[in-house]
C-alpha cells in the first residue's frame, strides 16, 4: 500500500541544524515556487519579476512530515521517491538515514526499523551545485549532473530550482512485493515474433499476462520466459500504428503493469554519405544518422524539447499530453530531449509510446566542458545507469545521446573526454541494442542557424542558406518570431510595449541580448524587409510571416535533400514560460503560433513543395522555383500539381505538372517555374500556391516584393 | 624454472585424430615455414613461388613434445606461451585440456596432476579463419581477431600463417613464484614526483628495488606503495631523454624485472581547430589529434609500421632493433602500429621504450566490415583485454586506436559498430589515462594520396596536393619506388627484369595490379616526366628519386603546417619481404632506400626548407618557392639561409635570409625565391640548395625541367 504524505517546507541552518517559517510544499514539486508562492512574490511571469528568485539561490532547505501509522508484521515500510533535486539527505527524527548527489535516481530506503507512528521524515536539500570560479552561468554546471538549463540560457531564465520533484511516498511491503520486473525481447530475423523475457526480482511466483492491444490475451502462465508469434509492430507517427501491448506481473498480493512496443531501430549510413569524401588526402565519411526503423529508413522530422515549465518538479501528466498531442498533430515523429533540460517525468515518455513520438534522449550535459573528475564521473555513473534503466523499456526512445553541442568550441570536450567514454560504455552494458552517440552535432550533421536572415557579411536568408548547404542531418534550427500580442501583454508592462526596445521586461524575456544583441526580435532584420513597424501588431504579424516562411524554407529543403539528408528537426517545439521572442513553435503553455501551423504544413507526409530561391524580390528579377512531390509516406502516390502566382492582386498561372506514381518515402523534381516579377507601386507580397487534386497536400508561400526602383536587397543579392 | 622443449609437428586429420610424416618445427615460429622447409619449397623470395603455399592453406596442424621430468613435492608444472595462432587445443596424450581462438592471449595451464614423465603435450591448430561466403581476400578475417594482412594485401603477398608464435616452455612453479607483478603510477602536477604502486600476486612477501638509470637504488623494500620524487620523465625521440626506472621484484625463489618510464600524455585539440566550423549550419571541429607529452605539444613525425617478416613468428628481437635503430636515426619520433598487421612481440616495445619510439597501437582491425556478432565480440573482448595488460607498461605506448580505415567506404563500420564501442569500453576499463581511438582517419585527418602524381583527371603532384592540402593529421601517405636493382635480381627471373612489365613475377612482388593497374611501379608517371626508360637502372634511379622528393614534399609542407597539423606519418616504413616496388623506406630485410636518408634530412629537427609549388617546370615560367625555418626542437634557434638554385651546370644566388630567433617548436616564414626558369636545350634537373651556417640542417631540391618547347606539364598547368 502507498501513502501519500503532507509536506512542510522551510530554508534550514545547516550549521545549527534548525528551520523555523515553515510553508505548505508541494510534493512533487520544487520548494522555490512553493517558497515564492508563500513569500507573496507575485507573478513571475510578468516583466523582470524572476529576478527575485535570485536572492534565494543559496539557501539549504528541509522538507518535513510526520508519519502517522507503522508496519504490520510481516510487513516493511519504504520511504519511496522517483528522485529528490539535487544534493540531499534524508533523516528521520534529525538523524541522516541516506546522502545522495543526483536528482534522476529513484530513492527506496526500507525505513521499517526505525520509523514510529508520530516520528518526522525530513528531506534537506543542499544548495545548487555551482562550480567554483565559474560565473552566474551554466558554467556553475560543469561537475555536476543537474541540468544547466536553469543557470540561465537563451529563452529560460536564470531561476535555479530544487526539491522533491518526482512521485513520492511511503509503502508497505510483504514478500509478495515485486520487487523489479522488467520485459526483454528479441525479434526474429523477419520481426514476426518476439522471444520475450521478464527479469523479475520477486519472493514469491509471479505469474505472467500479456495482451494484445485489442485486449486478447497472448500469454498467461509463470514462466517469464515465453514466445509471442504474429506480432504487430510499433511504427513512429506517419509510418505505421504505434502498436503496445500491455502486460500484469502479478502474486498473491502485489501487482505492476506496463506495455511492450516490440521494434528494432538502428542508426545507419546516410544514403550517398558512404562513398565520401572522394579525393586524398582523404578523411572518414560522415557518421551514421540515419534510423533504421524496423528496417525501414525514416526521414525523421520533428522538434526539439525543452522543459514545458520553469520549476520542472510541478509538469503534469495533463501538460505532457496537451504538448506531445500537438507534435503528433504536427506531423513530426521525432523530439529531441537536449542534454541541456535533462530528463522527463515518466509520463512523458508513456506518451510519445503511444503517440508513436520517436525520442532522442541525451543525458544532462550540455554546452559545458564536463572535466572528467572522479567525483564527477562516479555521480555521472550513478545517474546515468538509473536513467538508463528506468527507460529502455520504452519503444519510443530510439537513440542516446552523450548531450549537446560538446564537440563545438563553447563546449571543448572531444571523443577523449572521459565522461562521454564513460556514457557509451554504460549504454553498450546496460542497453546494446539501442544507438548511441557522444553528441550532437557529429561530422555530417548540422546545427543552426538561428535567424531568417544572417547578419553576417553574406546576409543571406534562410532559403538561401538551406539551398546550399549539404547535411546529412539538421538537428537543431531556428526561426524567432515574436510572441502574440496577447501574451505580451501578460509580461511587458503596458508602457513598455511599443515602440518595442531593449527594456528591462524585454531583455529578460529574452527578447533582446539574449544571444547576439538583436536576439530574438531582430528588429533590424524586420525593418529591412518591412520598414518601420507601424505598430506592436504589424511588428508580431511580419515576424510571424518570417517563422512561418523560414521554417517551410528549412523543413521541407531538408526533406528534399532526403535520403542523403536524414533529419530536420528545429530548435525549439514549446517554452517554459512566456519568452517575448524566441524559437519555439508554441507560446507558453500551449498557445502555438502562427509558425506551428505552417510546419505542420510543411512536414504533411505527401506535399506539394516548391525550392525557393530567397524571400524578397524586385520587379523585373526572374522568380524561379523547382516543383517537388515530397512522399515520406510508405505508400505509393500520385497527383497533378498546378503551380499559381498572386501579386498585384492578379493570378498568373505558372505550369500544371503530372507527377506520375511516386515511389513510398521517394521524392520526385518537377518542371521549373520561371516568373518575371512585375512592376509594384509599392512593397507586397507574391504569392506561390501550389494546388493539388491528388494525393498531396497544396501548399504556398509568401514572398516580399518591394516596390518598383527601391532594390533594398541589393547588396545581398550581389554578395 | 624454465625448460625449452624441442618439437616436431606435421599434418593433422581431425577426423582420424592422427597425423604421420613428423618434421621439425620452429618455437617460437610458424608452421608454414618449417612445412615448406621440410618440403623443399625452395626460396619463396623468388618469381612467384610463394604461390605454393596456398595448396597447405587449410590443413589442420599438430605440434608435439615428450616431457622427460615430472615436479619435485611443492612444486607444480606450467605449459606457458606467449601465444598461439590461431584457434588451437591443447592434449595430454591426446586428450584436450585446453581450447582457445586467439594469438595474443597468453596461455598458463598447470598440468602438474596430468603430466608424468615421457608423456605427450600436443598443440592441435586448426585451420585459418575464413568467414563464410568470403573471398580469398582479408574479408575472410572480418569474423576473427586474426590480422589481416597474410590473407592478402597490396604489398604482403597471400600467405597465410600459424602456429606457435610467441615463446613456449615449460615451468615448474613453488610457493615463491610470483603470478603477476604490474606497476602504476600518478604522477603530481608538476611531473616531478610519482606515487608508484605494485599490484602484485604472489602468496609469498615481495621485495621490490627500484633503481634509477644511473643503477642508483631509489627505491627498496615490501611495501607495494610508495613515492619517488625528483623523477626524470621519459621523452620521445628529439624532445628529451627516453629515460627508464629499472624494477625487480623478489622473493625467496623468483623474481622478476621490468622498466618505468615515467611520462603523461593526452590527445588536445589541434591549435586553431577549436574554432571551426565558422558558418551555419555547423557541424563538429576536428577531432582531437595532437599528442602532448609531459605536458608539450609534440609534432609527431614517423611511419607506419608492418609486419617486418612474412612468418611473423619468426621476428627476432635483432630484425626489430636494426629496424628500430633505423627509425629512430631518421628522427622519427611515432611509429603507427596499424591493425592490418596486429601486435608486435614483447622485445618490439621494450625496444620503443629505450629508443624514445613513441607507439600508436591499434587493435586487430583492418579495412573491414567486423560486425559485432556475439560469438566475434567475445573473442574480440578476450583478446583485447590480454593486449592491454601486456602492453599497458609500456610509456611508448601513447594511444590505442580500433583499427585502421574502418570509417570508409572499403570497411563500412561506424562510431554504431558494436566492436569498437567494445573496444572503448574495454580501453577506459583497463587503462583508464590512455587516448582512444575508434579508428584512423577520423573527422580532419587524413590518409592518401600513395602516388607521385595523381592518376586522376586533376593530374596534380605531390606538392600541389599537399600545399593545398589542409589536415590535422596525414597518419598515411605514401610515395612508391622500385627497388634497388640489387634486391630486384633476388625476386625477378633476369629475363623478366626489363623492360619492365606486368609478369607473374612482377605482378606477384607488387610492382603491377597491387592497387591500381599501375601501382607499384607506376610507369606511366615514370615515362611522363622522363620519357621511355633506356634501363632498368635508369628507371629504377628516377623511380627513387620520385620517392625522394615526393615524401620530402609531404613530410616537409606537413611541418610547416604545424600547429594546425600535428603529425605526419608515411606508409610504411619497412617490408616483410623483398617488393619489386613499393611505399617502403626499406627493402626487405634491411636495405635503405634513397628515399630513407630523403625523410631522414626532411625530419631534422632544425631545417632551412622551401615551399615548393610543383615538380616539374618548363624554360619561361617564374619558380616561386617560400622559404622557412623549421623548429621542432625543444631549443630557440637562429641561421642565415641562402638559397641557390643550380641548373644546367650554372649557379643563380637568389636570396640570403637572415631568420632571427625562432621559438622552440615554432616555424618561420622567411621571404620567397622567384627565378625565370632559363631556356634548356634538353630535359635537365633544376636544384634548389639551401645553406645554412647556424643551427638549421641545410637542405636541398630537385627538380624536373623540360627541354624548351615541350611543356610536357602544360595539361595539368591548365588544370
Chains 1, 2 share one sequence.
Not at 549537446?404 to 568550441?409: A, D, K, T
Not at 497527383?639 to 505558372?654: F, H, L, P, S
Amino acid at each position: 500500500m502507498k501513502f501519500i504524505q503532507e509536506w512542510t517546507a522551510a530554508q534550514y541552518n545547516p550549521e545549527t541544524k534548525t528551520a523555523s517559517d515553515f510553508f505548505k510544499a508541494n510534493v512533487p514539486g520544487n520548494i522555490q515556487y512553493d517558497y515564492a508562492v508563500s513569500h507573496g512574490y507575485g507573478d513571475f511571469q510578468y516583466s523582470d519579476n524572476v529576478k527575485r528568485f535570485k536572492e534565494i539561490e543559496d539557501y539549504w532547505w528541509i522538507y518535513k512530515t510526520k508519519l502517522d501509522y507503522t508496519a504490520n508484521a510481516g510487513e516493511s515500510l519504504w520511504f519511496v521517491s522517483g528522485g529528490i533535486d539535487y544534493i540531499f539527505d534524508i533523516a528521520l527524527d534529525g538523524r541522516i538515514i541516506y546522502s545522495y548527489e543526483g536528482m534522476f535516481s529513484p530513492v527506496e530506503i526500507d525505513i521499517t526499523e526505525s520509523a514510529y507512528k508520530g516520528c518526522e521524515l525530513s528531506v534537506i536539500i543542499h544548495p545548487h551545485p555551482k562550480r567554483e570560479g565559474a560565473g552566474d552561468c551554466r558554467d556553475q554546471a560543469d561537475q555536476s549532473c543537474k541540468p544547466p538549463f536553469c543557470y540561465g540560457w537563451d529563452w529560460n531564465p536564470r531561476l535555479l530550482i530544487s526539491g522533491i520533484w518526482r512521485d513520492t511516498y511511503l509503502e508497505t511491503r510483504d514478500s509478495s512485493y515485486i520487487n523489479s520486473c522488467e520485459p526483454f525481447y528479441t525479434l526474429n530475423e523477419e520481426r514476426t515474433s518476439a522471444d520475450v523475457k521478464f527479469v523479475t526480482d520477486c519472493l514469491q511466483t509471479v505469474t505472467y499476462t500479456v495482451k494484445d492491444a485489442e485486449g486478447n490475451v497472448v500469454y498467461h502462465g509463470t514462466d517469464p520466459e515465453f514466445t509471442i508469434d504474429n506480432i504487430n509492430l510499433w511504427w513512429c507517427n506517419g509510418q505505421g500504428n504505434p502498436y503496445l501491448y500491455s502486460y500484469t506481473a502479478e502474486t498473491s498480493g502485489h501487482s505492476v503493469n506496463g506495455r511492450i512496443g516490440f521494434r528494432t531501430v538502428k542508426l545507419v549510413m546516410n544514403t550517398g554519405a558512404t562513398a565520401e569524401p572522394k579525393d586524398f588526402p582523404k578523411s572518414r565519411y560522415p557518421a551514421p544518422i540515419t534510423i533504421e526503423l524496423n528496417g525501414r529508413r525514416i526521414f525523421a522530422q520533428g522538434s526539439n524539447w525543452v522543459n514545458p515549465e520553469l520549476f520542472t518538479g510541478m509538469v503534469t501528466e495533463e501538460r505532457y499530453s496537451e504538448l506531445l498531442t500537438a507534435v503528433k498533430e504536427a506531423n513530426m515523429n521525432i523530439l529531441r530531449i537536449w542534454g541541456g533540460s535533462g530528463i522527463n517525468k515518466p509520463a512523458f515518455y508513456n506518451l510519445c509510446d503511444e503517440l508513436g513520438i520517436m525520442v532522442w534522449q541525451e543525458f544532462m550535459l550540455s554546452c559545458n566542458n564536463y572535466i572528467g573528475t572522479q567525483k564527477y564521473l562516479s555521480v555521472l555513473k550513478s545517474e546515468a545507469v538509473s536513467v538508463i534503466r528506468q527507460l529502455r523499456r520504452h519503444p519510443s526512445i530510439v537513440l542516446w545521446c552523450g548531450g549537446n553541442e560538446l564537440f563545438n568550441e563553447w563546449s571543448g570536450m572531444t571523443e577523449q573526454s572521459h565522461a562521454l567514454r564513460l556514457l557509451n560504455k554504460l549504454c553498450y552494458e546496460e542497453d546494446f541494442e539501442r544507438p548511441f552517440l557522444y553528441t550532437s552535432p557529429l561530422f555530417g550533421m548540422a546545427h543552426g542557424g538561428y535567424f531568417f536572415r544572417s547578419t553576417h557579411e553574406d546576409l543571406q536568408d534562410v532559403f538561401q542558406i538551406m539551398n546550399s548547404a549539404k547535411n546529412t542531418a539538421y538537428s537543431e534550427f531556428g526561426v524567432p518570431s515574436i510572441a502574440p500580442v496577447e501574451q505580451l501583454k501578460k509580461i511587458i508592462p503596458e508602457s513598455e510595449l511599443f515602440p518595442v526596445t531593449d527594456t528591462a521586461a524585454w531583455i529578460e524575456h529574452h527578447g533582446f541580448a539574449s544571444w547576439e544583441e538583436d536576439s530574438w526580435v531582430f528588429p533590424s532584420t524586420l525593418e529591412h524587409y518591412f520598414g518601420k513597424p507601424g505598430s506592436l501588431e504589424e511588428m508580431v504579424n511580419n515576424s510571424a510571416l518570417l517563422q512561418e516562411m523560414g521554417y517551410k524554407a528549412i523543413f521541407e529543403e531538408a526533406r528534399k535533400q532526403w535520403p542523403y539528408c536524414s533529419m530536420a528537426i528545429n530548435w525549439c517545439f514549446d517554452e517554459p514560460w512566456i519568452t517575448a521572442a524566441g524559437n519555439s513553435l508554441i507560446s507558453y503553455p500551449n498557445i502555438k503560433k502562427s509558425g506551428y501551423y505552417a510546419v505542420r504544413d510543411s512536414l504533411k507526409p505527401v506535399l506539394a513543395s516548391a525550392r525557393i530561391p530567397r524571400f524578397d524580390w524586385n520587379p523585373g528579377d526572374v522568380f524561379s522555383a523547382q516543383l517537388w512531390l515530397l512522399n515520406s509516406s510508405a505508400g505509393s502516390v500520385c497527383d497533378t500539381i498546378t503551380a499559381v502566382i498572386e501579386i498585384n492582386g492578379k493570378e498568373y498561372e505558372q505550369i500544371s505538372w503530372k507527377t506520375g506514381d511516386v515511389e513510398p518515402r521517394t521524392n520526385k523534381l518537377g518542371p521549373t517555374v520561371n516568373f518575371s516579377v512585375p512592376e509594384c507601386k509599392s512593397d507586397t507580397v507574391m504569392t506561390l500556391k501550389l494546388k493539388t487534386s491528388g494525393d498531396a497536400a497544396c501548399n504556398s508561400y509568401k514572398l516580399k516584393v518591394y516596390a518598383s526602383g527601391q532594390k533594398r536587397n541589393e547588396k545581398k543579392l550581389n554578395g
